[in-house]
T-cell receptor, first 113, second 110 residues
Framework: GNSVTQMEGPVTLSEEAFLTINCTYT??????LFWYVQYPGEGLQLLLK?????DKGSNKGFEATYRKETTSFHLEKGSVQVSDSAVYFC????????????FGRGTSLIVHP | DADVTQTPRNRITKTGKRIMLECSQT?????MYWYRQDPGLGLRLIYY???????NKGEISDGYSVSRQAQAKFSLSLESAIPNQTALYFC?????????FGPGTRLTVT
């Protein structure tokens, strides 16, 4: 079956530091890959996505590249802000008409001033 | 997301009580999902619906039931609540493969 593994948190950084949150996956077919973000007290919201190999998703300064050869979709940001403090979830949905997403367990990011 | 409403936002109930969590959306998406979130466990799928007449069990459906009253409404019921159903519950209308999560219902069963 499908699975998503992401690095355990919390990840603690100072403001303006570089961020990487690792995500690797196993899946059948050709999955679409997603990063969702959950701010305190809120539901998850889509941060970025990529639907095929070598695609780069980007939004709000975050980026992730779909690497089929390493089955990875690592999230990066060059300079984090305190407002980026949240829980980040990597997820995938296989193609071929399967609409059941698979989520990682989430990685908490804490950014200090 | 203001297009997805969940009620109640917080609820404390007692063991054995029946409780309904409601979800409504204005996005017009056919597919809707119910998840629960527990610390350290991420999201787990309870039920999902591809349209009003198509309802499916997820990985943890025992102790739960659902009703899809209309395209816009998808309710989750706990038939006889127990303490290990204490969790944060999310509804997620879905278009293609993108999910739009509601603000969640925090449920505590004492």
């Amino acid at each position: 079956g499908n699975s998503v593994t992401q690095m355990e948190g919390p990840v603690t950084l100072s403001e303006e530091a570089f961020l990487t949150i690792n995500c690797t996956y196993t899946a059948t077919g050709y999955p679409s890959l997603f990063w969702y973000v959950q701010y305190p007290g809120e539901g998850l919201q889509l941060l970025l996505k990529a639907t095929k190999a070598d695609d780069k998703g980007s939004n709000k300064g975050f980026e992730a590249t779909y690497r089929k050869e390493t089955t990875s979709f690592h999230l990066e940001k060059g300079s984090v802000q305190v407002s980026d403090s949240a829980v980040y979830f990597c997820a995938l949905t296989s193609g071929g008409g399967s609409y059941i997403p698979t989520f990682g367990r989430g990685t908490s990011l804490i950014v200090h001033p | 997301d203001a297009d997805v409403t969940q009620t109640p936002r917080n609820r404390i109930t007692k063991t054995g009580k029946r409780i309904m969590l409601e979800c409504s959306q204005t996005k017009g998406h056919d597919r809707m999902y119910w998840y629960r979130q527990d610390p350290g466990l991420g999201l787990r799928l309870i039920y999902y619906s591809f349209d009003v007449k198509d309802i499916n069990k997820g990985e943890i459906s025992d102790g739960y039931s659902v009703s899809r009253q209309a395209q816009a409404k998808f309710s989750l019921s706990l038939e006889s609540a127990i303490p290990n159903q204490t969790a944060l519950y999310f509804c997620a209308p879905t278009a293609d493969y993108e999910q739009y999560f509601g603000p969640g219902t925090r449920l505590t069963v004492t």
